[in-house]
């Protein structure tokens, strides 16, 4: 980019020169503001450069670009300071635009703002003391002080600076590739020409033939063809068949001016992939949308949470896409500025499946023109919600209930009751069971507690969970029998090691039986099959009891949940044993599943990873 800046300059210079010569001639004999006017507009025109005719006080006699009556007085600018200072300069800065604050000022037609990058070569026009001076005389603009006039401080005798000519060309980055290229390819062709007319038709070949190869290169390039091979390969043809130097130095530059182009649309396109990625992956939903509410953008969450595809929506009014008033109105509010520069709010939508969204509005921020609507799923906390509100609720009945037996029974023995010994001591036995129902109901919502709060409580260790099944199974024994059930437990003959918390996993196969042999009628058998797998094992508790309605089966393993609340309360049941067993096995990273048919029975089913791959036959104990 280095020699195209020298290129340039080199131009700039070159075109002030010209025009500054031109300008002595004319300011000597008309240098009213009108003629130099005039002639910069007609200089601006043929060159399609800013020309700015500035005299030795700063004052603006003429612009191509902007109304020299509104323009400011430019003496401090640094392109004229030097050239006051030196004769020529060539200063690149900031800013086109150098017109007052006065009513109808302001730049043409969008030709740059304050804000473009200007390349401005400057060159003083000279003229003699004593020439005759304008027929009018210029005064400045209100607001501008004159300063004097500075005189040359070379050796020109009785000549002295009138002015300066200035030559600006905007340095944008397009603009200066494009511009840049066309005027290096046509220089190189012009110069081909000249050639060709200097040395005659034997360097003619010599000289088109490269010129041939570049402009190909140059046309592949401005299709946007940026391959490597193909540009290099022209290039080659150029340096290969002329020894001449700026061929090879405009070869050079070509070559470099694409290999930068193709790098630069390289970035362009990994940062648009890296933000479509970003996009893509997130979470919450993101829409954008233009001036209008129409759809510009919406990333994949948006279009799950509100059942559509933007590619269908692109360019159309938004409300077609999201089918929600609530947003739409939003979207108005934000854009009217009714609602300040954001809103948020939350809405219900049952499109595609049932949703609580957290919807936030604002307006797009500068350079876009719009509105981005973000959505936040919290369908998942308003369950959470309404779980702990039931949970709350189902454990201030269920401690409330053995807690009013306790005082009423309480105050029955207080009222007189102690004296009769037979019913003082059955109300102190029922005491006593309702404290036994208390304490084992708040054991388990302690635990329960600890393990959603804490997994880390899971104390594990490798051991033989086959022989931990047959363990629970002896003690569960006795109580099957008194209930007239068979109990009995189906296991590999091998260990079946595991890497687990044996006594949690000891509480989820008691929790187990002990629910079987509640709901099991008496005569009715219960067994326990253990099954290894490559990665996994597989234990099932299986009765024949009552069974459990299809209608109730999803909601078993929810704290509190009994299908017979009176049969549950009266085999002393706290409603969590099911929810414990179902977070003690997640907490292993297992499931739990269960299936049941009423009046047939009963099978739970967890599975648990497992530590080794055993090929082992069952075997009855």
């Given at each position: 980019m280095g020699r195209y800046r020298q290129l340039l300059s080199a131009r700039a210079l070159s075109e002030a020169k010209t025009v500054a010569e031109v300008v002595a001639d004319e300011f000597a004999r008309d240098a009213d503001r009108e003629n130099m006017n005039a002639l910069a507009q007609r200089?601006?025109?043929?060159?399609?450069?800013?020309?700015?005719?500035?005299?030795y006080d700063g004052v603006v006699l003429g612009d191509s670009w902007e109304n020299p009556n509104y323009m400011e007085n430019l003496l401090d600018y640094p392109e004229v300071k030097e050239a006051l200072a030196k004769g020529t300069a060539i200063i690149a800065r900031n800013g086109s635009v150098d017109v007052s604050d006065a009513p109808g000022a302001g730049s043409k037609g969008g030709r740059g703002g304050k804000s473009d990058r200007m390349?401005?070569?400057?060159?003083?026009?000279?003229?003699?003391?004593?020439?005759?001076?304008?027929?009018?005389?210029?005064?400045?603009?209100?607001?501008?002080?004159?300063?004097p006039p500075v005189s040359s401080t070379t050796s020109l005798g009785h000549v002295k600076v009138c002015g300066v000519v200035r030559v600006g060309m905007p340095l944008t980055e397009v603009h200066f590739m494009r511009t840049g290229m066309v005027w290096t390819v046509l220089s190189a062709g012009v110069l081909a020409v000249l050639v060709s007319f200097l040395v005659g038709l034997r360097m003619s070949k010599n000289i088109t033939a490269p010129v041939e190869a570049m402009t190909v290169a140059a046309s592949r390039m401005a299709k946007g063809d940026l391959n490597d091979r193909l540009v290099k390969k022209a290039i080659h043809e150029a340096l290969f068949q002329t020894p001449t130097r700026e061929i090879w130095e405009l070869a050079e530059a070509l070559n470099t001016m694409a290999e930068n182009l193709k790098d630069r649309l390289a970035e362009l396109e990994q940062s648009k992939t890296r933000l479509e990625t970003v996009l893509e992956h997130m979470v919450s939903g993101i829409i954008l949308l233009d001036k209008e509410a129409r759809l510009i953008l919406a990333n994949h969450a948006a279009e799950k949470m509100l059942g559509f595809k933007a590619e269908r929506?692109?360019?159309?009014?938004?409300?077609?896409?999201?089918?929600?008033?609530k947003i739409d109105e939003a979207v108005k509010s934000v854009l009217t500025g009714q609602a300040g520069e954001s809103r948020g709010f939350e809405v219900r939508v049952s499109y595609p499946e049932q949703r609580s969204l957290q919807v936030f509005v604002a307006k797009a921020s500068a350079p876009l023109e719009g509105v981005l609507v973000v959505l936040h799923d919290i369908t998942e906390i308003r369950r959470l919600e309404a779980v702990r509100a039931d949970f709350v609720a189902n454990a201030s009945h269920e401690l409330k209930t053995p807690a009013t037996a306790l005082v009423g029974f309480a105050e029955t023995l207080l009222g007189g009751a102690l004296s009769d010994r037979q019913t003082a001591e059955e109300f102190v036995r029922i005491i006593y069971d309702e404290s036994i129902r208390l304490t084992r109901l708040v054991d388990d919502l302690l635990q329960l507690s600890r393990l959603e709060s804490d997994p880390s409580v899971l104390r594990k260790s490798r051991f033989d969970i086959g022989a931990k099944i047959k363990a629970v199974a002896d003690k569960m024994l006795p109580k099957a029998k008194s209930e007239n059930l068979v109990l009995e437990a189906i296991i590999p003959e091998h260990p079946v090691m595991i890497d687990a918390d044996p006594d949690k996993i000891e509480q989820v196969i008691i929790n187990l039986v002990e629910n079987s042999i509640k709901y099991s009628r008496p005569g009715g058998r219960i067994e326990v099959f253990l099954e290894a797998f490559?990665?996994?094992?597989?234990?099932?508790?299986?009765?024949?009891?009552?069974?459990?309605?299809?209608?109730?089966?999803?909601?078993?393993?929810?704290?509190?949940?009994?299908?017979?609340?009176?049969?549950?309360?009266?085999?002393?049941?706290?409603?969590?044993?099911?929810?414990?067993?179902?977070?003690?096995?997640?907490?292993?990273?297992?499931?739990?599943?269960?299936?049941?048919?009423?009046?047939?029975?009963?099978?739970?089913?967890?599975?648990?990873?497992?530590?080794?791959?055993?090929?082992?036959?069952?075997?009855?104990?």
């Open positions: 200089f601006g025109f043929l060159t399609q450069t800013r020309i700015t005719i500035i005299r390349l401005y070569a400057a060159v003083v026009f000279l003229g003699e003391i004593g020439q005759s001076r304008p027929k009018e005389s210029i005064e400045p603009t209100p607001s501008i002080e004159p300063t929506f692109i360019g159309r009014p938004h409300l077609e896409a999201t089918h929600s008033k490559e990665d996994r094992v597989r234990v099932q508790v299986k009765d024949t009891g009552i069974g459990i309605p299809l209608a109730d089966q999803p909601r078993v393993f929810e704290r509190f949940y009994r299908v017979d609340k009176d049969r549950s309360r009266k085999k002393g049941g706290t409603g969590l044993g099911l929810a414990i067993v179902k977070h003690i096995v997640e907490a292993h990273g297992g499931t739990v599943d269960l299936k049941s048919e009423l009046g047939v029975g009963t099978t739970v089913t967890f599975t648990l990873p497992i530590s080794q791959n055993l090929n082992t036959s069952p075997t009855n104990i």
